[in-house]
C-alpha cells in the first residue's frame, strides 16, 4: 500500500493534490528533546509516510488481529502498517494471478484475447499521449462477436536521458536554502550518486535533532521526475516545492528499491528532493528551510540516488464499453500505474499497486502486475486506459471486460442481504482473526447506549430503514442498473438463510476481543461486479458503545437533544451500508473533503455516522450519507473520482439467464 502515488503524475491525473490524513495515532506520543514529536507524526501523516515500526508477513502474521485496511472501517486508520499490507498485497497477489493462471490453461476451448501492438512506433511520442488521441481496441467489449480480453504490447518513448556518475554532496545540505546543486534540470537530465544520512552536524554523530539531505531540481511543467533510492537503508523520499510544501512522497519503493518517487511537474520552477531515514515522527523537518529543525534521528546509513528528469511518454487505449461492464487491468513490464477515464476524460480509477488479493476467489479480474485497476461501467461510451509510470522499456498489459455476477444467474434472481442482530458464530479467520469466535448481539450492547431491550425493535426497525434507503431506493432513484434488485431480511423477522445461495451475511454484534479483529467492521472481500454473491461482514459494537470522548463513540455525540433510537438505528446503518457496499466493489473514499460519501475511510469520526454541524447526533441539522460520486481516500494509494452508487447498483443487477 505505497503512498507514492498520492502525488504522481498531477499533471496527468488531477490537479493539485493534497495529501491528507484523518488524525495521529491515539495515545501520548514518544517525547523528543528537539520539539513537538506529535506534530511531526501527524507532519509524517499528512505526507502517507506511516507512523508505526514496519514489520514483515512473518512478524505480523505472528499478532493478532491483522484487519485489512482497504475492507475495514478502523477506528485509527494512522495504526496501519503500509508496508506490512504493501508486502502483503503484492505476495498474495502474486498467488492469485498464479491459480488465474492455471485455471485459464484449463479453459483449452476458451477463445484467445485480441492481441493488440502499439501503432506508435518505437523512438516516437506524442501519437497517442492523450485521452484525446488514444488508439482504439477494436473488436473489444462484452457484446456479441466482441473478445473480452485483450492483451496491449507497448514501448514507452521518453526523452532520452544521459545519466552522470557524480561525487556525493557536502554538508550541510539539510534544508530548502542548503540544498545541493547537482544541476538537475539546469545542465543535465539525470544523475547517479550516493548519500549518508547521520554524517551531517545534526546526525547522530552531531547535535542529533536529524540529517536530512535535499537536492535542487529545476522542473519544467510536464516534465517527469523520477527517483529512486537503492542500498539496505530504508530511506523515504519527500518533494517540496519552492514555498516549503510537500507534493509527494514515497516510502517504500518499488521491487529492489528502498523509494521510488515518481512525479509530473506541474509548473515550472525549482523543487526541492529529500531523502532521510525512515522514523517514526523524525522522517521530516519541522522547518525545511532550517537545516536543525528536526525532532531526532531515524534510521542513518549510507544509500544510492538514481534521478532523472525528462518529458514523459504517455501511452492511451480506448474501449467501448456498455453500462455495467466490468473491467480489470494488469500491466507487467517498464510500467507501474494504470489509470482509467471515463469519456468525459476525468480519472476515474487510478493505481500503482496490485490490490487483487481483496478481490473475491470467484472474480474472474486480472491481478499479478505492478499496477491493476477495476471498474464498474456506469453508463455506454468510450473510456481510455492510460499506461505509465515507466522510463524507457516495453510493457504488457492484459485488459478484460465482463458483465456484472448476478447478470449470469437465472432470470429473476436477486441478491439477499441478512442483517444478523443475534449474534453469530463465525470463523474470523477470513477477515485475518484467529477463528472460529462467537459473537455477542445487539442486545448486549443496548445498555451501553442508555438504552434497554424494549428498544431493540426500534433501533432494528431504523437500522432496516436506513439501509434500504442507502443501497436500495438511492440506486432505483439515482442509479443507471434499470434491474436493480435486493432482498433486505433480518434475524429478528427472517429465518436464517445464510448458506443458501445469493445470500449475503452482516453480523452486527460482538466486540474485538471476541473478535480477535481490531476494527469496527470489517467485509471479507471487495468485489467489483459481484461475482461471490455468498460472503460475510461483520460489524462489531464495543468501540461505537464505548463511553463518551472518543471520536468513535456514538456516545460522544448523544446528548438530552438526541434523538438517540433514530441516530443510533442510523449510524449503525449507515457502518452496515459501508460494509456491504465492500462486497459490492466499492472502495474507501476520502473522509476529509467535503463531500459525505458512505464509504468514507474510518478515523474521521464523526462523519460516517451523520453528525451535523452541532456535533450532535439525532438533531434536524445531521448529514444524510448515500453512495454517490467521491474521490478515492488518498491514504490507499487510489486517484480519482470512485462512483459508489453506480458500483452498487450495477453489483445487484436481477439474473438474466434463461
Same mark, same amino acid.
Given at each position: 500500500?505505497?503512498?507514492?502515488?498520492?502525488?504522481?503524475?498531477?499533471?496527468?491525473?488531477?490537479?493539485?493534490?493534497?495529501?491528507?490524513?484523518?488524525?495521529?495515532?491515539?495515545?501520548?506520543?514518544?517525547?523528543?528533546?528537539?520539539?513537538?514529536?506529535?506534530?511531526?507524526?501527524?507532519?509524517?501523516?499528512?505526507?502517507?509516510?506511516?507512523?508505526?515500526?514496519?514489520?514483515?508477513?512473518?512478524?505480523?502474521?505472528?499478532?493478532?488481529? =491483522?484487519?485489512?485496511?482497504?475492507?475495514?472501517?478502523?477506528?485509527?486508520?494512522?495504526k496501519v502498517d503500509k508496508y506490512y499490507w504493501s508486502e502483503q498485497a503484492k505476495a498474495a497477489g502474486a498467488a492469485r494471478a498464479q491459480q488465474q493462471q492455471q485455471l485459464q490453461r484449463k479453459k483449452l476451448a476458451a477463445a484467445g484475447p485480441i492481441i493488440h501492438d502499439e501503432a506508435?512506433?518505437?523512438?516516437?511520442?506524442?501519437?497517442?499521449?492523450?485521452?484525446?488521441?488514444?488508439?482504439?481496441?477494436?473488436?473489444?467489449?462484452? /457484446?456479441?462477436?466482441?473478445?473480452?480480453?485483450?492483451?496491449?504490447?507497448?514501448?514507452?518513448?521518453?526523452?532520452?536521458?544521459?545519466? #552522470?556518475?557524480?561525487?556525493?554532496?557536502?554538508?550541510?545540505?539539510?534544508?530548502?536554502?542548503?540544498?545541493?546543486?547537482?544541476?538537475?534540470?539546469?545542465?543535465?537530465?539525470? $544523475?547517479?550518486?550516493?548519500?549518508?544520512?547521520?554524517?551531517?552536524?545534526?546526525?547522530?554523530?552531531?547535535?542529533?535533532?536529524?540529517?536530512?539531505?535535499?537536492?535542487?531540481?529545476?522542473?519544467?511543467?510536464?516534465?517527469?521526475?523520477?527517483?529512486?533510492?537503492?542500498?539496505?537503508?530504508?530511506?523515504?523520499?519527500?518533494?517540496?516545492?519552492?514555498?516549503?510544501?510537500?507534493?509527494?512522497?514515497?516510502?517504500?519503493?518499488?521491487?529492489?528499491?528502498?523509494?521510488?518517487?515518481?512525479?509530473?511537474?506541474?509548473?515550472?520552477?525549482?523543487?526541492?528532493?529529500?531523502?532521510?531515514?525512515?522514523?517514526?515522527?523524525?522522517?521530516?523537518?519541522?522547518?525545511?528551510?532550517?537545516?536543525?529543525?528536526?525532532?531526532?534521528?531515524?534510521?542513518?546509513?549510507?544509500?544510492?540516488?538514481?534521478?532523472?528528469?525528462? $518529458?514523459?511518454?504517455?501511452?492511451?487505449?480506448?474501449?467501448?464499453?456498455?453500462?455495467?461492464?466490468?473491467?480489470?487491468? #494488469?500491466?507487467?513490464?517498464?510500467?507501474?500505474?494504470?489509470?482509467?477515464?471515463?469519456?468525459?476524460?476525468?480519472?476515474? $480509477?487510478? #493505481?500503482?499497486?496490485?490490490?487483487?488479493?481483496?478481490?473475491?476467489?470467484?472474480?474472474?479480474?486480472?491481478?499479478?502486475?505492478?499496477?491493476?485497476?477495476?471498474?464498474?461501467?456506469?453508463?455506454?461510451?468510450?473510456?481510455?486506459?492510460?499506461?505509465?509510470?515507466?522510463?524507457?522499456?516495453?510493457?504488457?498489459?492484459?485488459?478484460?471486460?465482463?458483465?456484472?455476477?448476478?447478470?449470469?444467474?437465472?432470470?429473476? =434472481? =436477486?441478491?439477499?442481504?441478512?442483517?444478523?442482530?443475534?449474534?453469530?458464530?463465525?470463523?474470523?479467520?477470513?477477515?485475518?482473526?484467529?477463528?472460529?469466535?462467537?459473537?455477542?448481539?445487539?442486545?448486549?450492547?443496548?445498555?451501553?447506549?442508555?438504552?434497554?431491550?424494549?428498544?431493540?425493535?426500534?433501533?432494528?426497525?431504523?437500522?432496516?430503514?436506513?439501509?434500504?434507503?442507502?443501497?436500495?431506493?438511492?440506486?432505483?432513484?439515482?442509479?443507471?442498473?434499470?434491474?436493480?434488485?435486493?432482498?433486505?431480511?433480518?434475524?429478528?423477522?427472517?429465518?436464517?438463510?445464510? /448458506?443458501?445461495?445469493?445470500?449475503?451475511?452482516?453480523?452486527?454484534?460482538?466486540?474485538?476481543?471476541? #473478535?480477535?479483529?481490531?476494527?469496527?467492521?470489517?467485509?471479507?472481500?471487495?468485489?467489483?461486479?459481484?461475482?461471490?454473491?455468498?460472503?460475510?461482514?461483520?460489524?462489531?459494537?464495543?468501540?461505537?458503545?464505548?463511553?463518551?470522548?472518543?471520536?468513535?463513540?456514538?456516545?460522544?455525540?448523544?446528548?438530552?437533544?438526541?434523538?438517540?433510537?433514530?441516530?443510533?438505528?442510523?449510524?449503525?446503518?449507515?457502518?452496515?451500508?459501508?460494509?456491504?457496499?465492500?462486497?459490492?466493489?466499492?472502495?474507501?473514499?476520502?473522509?476529509?473533503?467535503?463531500?459525505?460519501?458512505?464509504?468514507?475511510?474510518?478515523?474521521?469520526?464523526?462523519?460516517? $455516522?451523520?453528525?451535523?454541524?452541532?456535533?450532535?447526533?439525532?438533531?434536524?441539522?445531521?448529514?444524510?450519507?448515500?453512495?454517490?460520486?467521491?474521490?478515492?481516500?488518498?491514504?490507499?494509494?487510489?486517484?480519482?473520482?470512485?462512483?459508489?452508487?453506480?458500483? =452498487?447498483?450495477?453489483?445487484?443487477?436481477?439474473?438474466?439467464?434463461?
Open positions: 500500500m505505497r503512498k507514492r502515488l498520492a502525488s504522481i503524475a498531477v499533471a496527468g491525473l488531477i490537479a493539485g493534490t493534497v495529501v491528507v490524513v484523518a488524525q495521529a495515532p491515539a495515545g501520548a506520543a514518544p517525547s523528543s528533546p528537539y520539539g513537538d514529536l506529535q506534530a511531526g507524526i501527524k507532519r509524517q501523516l499528512a505526507a502517507g509516510i506511516q507512523v508505526v515500526p514496519k514489520q514483515t508477513a512473518t512478524g505480523k502474521l505472528a499478532a493478532s488481529g =491483522t484487519a485489512n485496511p482497504y475492507t475495514a472501517l478502523l477506528r485509527d486508520p494512522s506508435e512506433p518505437k523512438g516516437v511520442n506524442g501519437a497517442n499521449d492523450t485521452h484525446a488521441t488514444a488508439e482504439l481496441i477494436k473488436g473489444f467489449g462484452t /457484446g456479441k462477436k466482441l473478445n473480452n480480453k485483450v492483451r496491449i504490447l507497448g514501448q514507452f518513448s521518453p526523452d532520452a536521458v544521459s545519466p #552522470s556518475t557524480l561525487s556525493p554532496a557536502a554538508e550541510d545540505d539539510g534544508s530548502i536554502p542548503l540544498a545541493f546543486e547537482f544541476g538537475l534540470g539546469a545542465n543535465r537530465n539525470a $544523475f547517479t550518486t550516493t548519500g549518508t544520512i547521520g554524517d551531517g552536524p545534526h546526525g547522530s554523530t552531531g547535535d542529533g535533532s536529524g540529517d536530512f539531505d535535499f537536492v535542487k531540481v529545476h522542473g519544467k511543467a510536464g516534465q517527469q521526475l523520477v527517483a529512486a533510492t537503492t542500498g539496505t537503508l530504508d530511506t523515504v523520499a519527500t518533494l517540496y516545492d519552492a514555498t516549503g510544501a510537500i507534493v509527494a512522497a514515497d516510502d517504500d519503493g518499488g521491487p529492489g528499491l528502498s523509494s521510488l518517487l515518481v512525479f509530473t511537474i506541474p509548473a515550472t520552477g525549482d523543487y526541492f528532493l529529500l531523502i532521510s531515514g525512515f522514523g517514526l515522527g523524525t522522517v521530516l523537518p519541522e522547518d525545511p528551510f532550517d537545516s536543525g529543525s528536526g525532532l531526532g534521528t531515524g534510521r542513518e546509513g549510507a544509500y544510492g540516488l538514481n534521478a532523472s528528469l525528462a $518529458f514523459p511518454d504517455h501511452d492511451f487505449y480506448a474501449v467501448d464499453l456498455l453500462a455495467g461492464d466490468v473491467i480489470g487491468a #494488469s500491466v507487467t513490464g517498464d510500467s507501474s500505474l494504470l489509470t482509467v477515464r471515463e469519456p468525459s476524460g476525468r480519472v476515474v $480509477f487510478g #493505481s500503482d499497486q496490485d490490490a487483487s488479493f481483496i478481490y473475491a476467489p470467484a472474480s474472474p479480474l486480472p491481478g499479478g502486475g505492478n499496477a491493476v485497476v477495476s471498474y464498474v461501467a456506469p453508463r455506454d461510451g468510450r473510456y481510455t486506459l492510460e499506461i505509465g509510470g515507466g522510463v524507457n522499456g516495453q510493457y504488457d498489459v492484459t485488459l478484460e471486460a465482463y458483465r456484472p455476477g448476478p447478470e449470469a444467474l437465472e432470470q429473476g =434472481t =436477486t441478491q439477499t442481504l441478512f442483517l444478523d442482530f443475534d449474534g453469530a458464530r463465525i470463523n474470523t479467520a477470513i477477515f485475518g482473526g484467529p477463528g472460529v469466535r462467537q459473537l455477542s448481539p445487539l442486545q448486549g450492547f443496548l445498555g451501553r447506549w442508555g438504552l434497554s431491550s424494549a428498544d431493540e425493535d426500534k433501533v432494528i426497525n431504523q437500522v432496516i430503514a436506513t439501509v434500504r434507503e442507502n443501497i436500495l431506493a438511492d440506486a432505483k432513484a439515482r442509479g443507471t442498473d434499470p434491474r436493480i434488485g435486493l432482498k433486505i431480511l433480518n434475524s429478528r423477522d427472517d429465518a436464517d438463510p445464510f /448458506g443458501q445461495p445469493n445470500v449475503h451475511r452482516l453480523v452486527v454484534g460482538g466486540t474485538v476481543a471476541e #473478535s480477535g479483529v481490531d476494527t469496527i467492521g470489517i467485509a471479507q472481500y471487495i468485489d467489483p461486479g459481484n461475482y461471490a454473491t455468498e460472503d460475510s461482514a461483520i460489524i462489531l459494537l464495543d468501540y461505537l458503545s464505548d463511553p463518551a470522548g472518543d471520536s468513535a463513540s456514538l456516545n460522544t455525540y448523544i446528548t438530552p437533544a438526541s434523538n438517540k433510537i433514530k441516530f443510533i438505528g442510523t449510524a449503525l446503518g449507515n457502518v452496515i451500508s459501508h460494509e456491504a457496499g465492500h462486497l459490492y466493489g466499492s472502495f474507501h473514499t476520502d473522509p476529509l473533503n467535503t463531500t459525505p460519501n458512505l464509504m468514507d475511510a474510518g478515523g474521521a469520526f464523526p462523519g460516517l $455516522f451523520g453528525v451535523g454541524p452541532d456535533n450532535v447526533g439525532g438533531t434536524a441539522d445531521d448529514f444524510d450519507y448515500d453512495f454517490g460520486e467521491d474521490v478515492y481516500t488518498p491514504d490507499e494509494g487510489l486517484l480519482g473520482t470512485e462512483d459508489t452508487l453506480n458500483t =452498487t447498483a450495477w453489483a445487484l443487477v436481477k439474473g438474466k439467464a434463461k
